[in-house]
């Protein structure tokens, strides 16, 4: 347990905080770990070591470690959908799959418009059911991530999964490598990083009726590490993996904090009862710290 690691840059990171909080590494010995998805109903906690092609499960009452799934597809991104099951994007079988309750596995998404999928990296499920997804390369571009092959599709996109059509549809084509994404607590708008660019970038898109996006302005960028995994606290404030930190932005873009962590950030997810500890793959390692915020509600 690490002394507190807040870095206030603004008054009102104060009260996001309690300074008396302390960064806890609750699990090491991964390659890269990635894709947290908290599970309030077993108070447990899933996320991927991608190299090691193993998804790992921490228990909140006991804090034991076991492995969840292995091999595990070199899944990346996963997230929890309306029903309680597990979705996860696997980057080896370029697809997107879902745990069932009885433990089997649904492949969602693996083609479009004929082709494989790139590499589906991180997802996120909005209040319709429907299922928004990002589409980058690094699972082909070698085999520590992934399976190394060529790429069938023509660009990297963002993807829409409709719930009851099962319709695949581009809602974004002009990210160079799309990663992480997130909705705003009302869905009104989606957030979704880049990190195909030379520095962290963060656009910011209006979500329509239909599940059509507009805008796409750069809402955020950081010259200290490229954002990939993100989520959004109950009023809005978005909270970011940063290099080797977490960013703390309100809804008007302003950076107001940070917390230092000691490895790279990878992605991160709200979770605990009260949905105020944030838990934060880095690297190596599974950390946590609990927060005054509570994370957006899901549905």
């Known amino acids: 347990m690490t002394p507190h690691p807040f870095d206030i840059l603004d008054p009102r990171f104060e009260d996001c905080i309690r300074t008396s909080a302390r960064l806890e590494q609750l699990h090491t010995g991964s390659r890269w770990t990635e894709g947290p998805a908290y599970f309030p109903a077993l108070r447990s906690l899933i996320w ?26 070199y899944a990346n991104g996963s997230t929890v ?71 069938e599709q023509p660009g990297c996109y963002v993807f829409r999964l409709d719930p009851v059509s099962g319709e695949l549809r581009v809602v974004a084509d002009d990210f160079t490598c799309p990663n992480g994404l997130a909705f705003s607590p009302d869905e009104r708008l989606l957030y979704i990083a880049d990190t195909g660019l030379e520095r962290g970038a963060m656009r910011r898109f209006e979500v329509g009726s239909h599940g059509s996006l507009s805008g796409g302005e750069l809402f955020i960028s950081c010259e200290t590490g490229r954002y990939d995994g993100f989520r959004l606290d109950e009023t809005g404030r978005l909270w970011t993996s940063a290099g080797a930190a977490v960013h703390c932005h309100e809804p008007d873009g302003s950076l107001i904090g940070r917390i230092a962590v000691p490895e790279r950030v990878s992605n991160l997810v709200f979770g605990g009862p009260k949905r105020n500890r944030l838990f934060i793959c880095a690297t190596t390692s599974l950390y946590s710290v609990l927060l005054a915020v509570n994370g957006a509600k899901t549905f």
Not at 54 to 69: I, K, Q, T, Y
């Open 48 to 73: 991927s070591d991608i190299p090691n092609e193993r998804m790992l499960r921490w228990d909140e009452a006991s804090g034991a470690v076991s492995v969840f799934r292995q091999p595990s597809g």
């Open 81 to 151: 959908d309306r029903e309680g099951r597990l979705l996860s994007c696997e980057q080896g079988g370029r697809r997107v799959v879902r745990t069932e309750h009885d433990g089997r596995l649904t492949v969602l998404a693996d083609r479009y418009q004929g082709r494989r999928l790139n590499s589906p990296n991180d997802l996120v499920v909005k209040s319709d059911g429907s299922i928004w997804f990002t589409d980058p390369p690094y699972g082909i571009t070698s085999n520590y991530e992934g399976i190394q092959a060529e790429q």
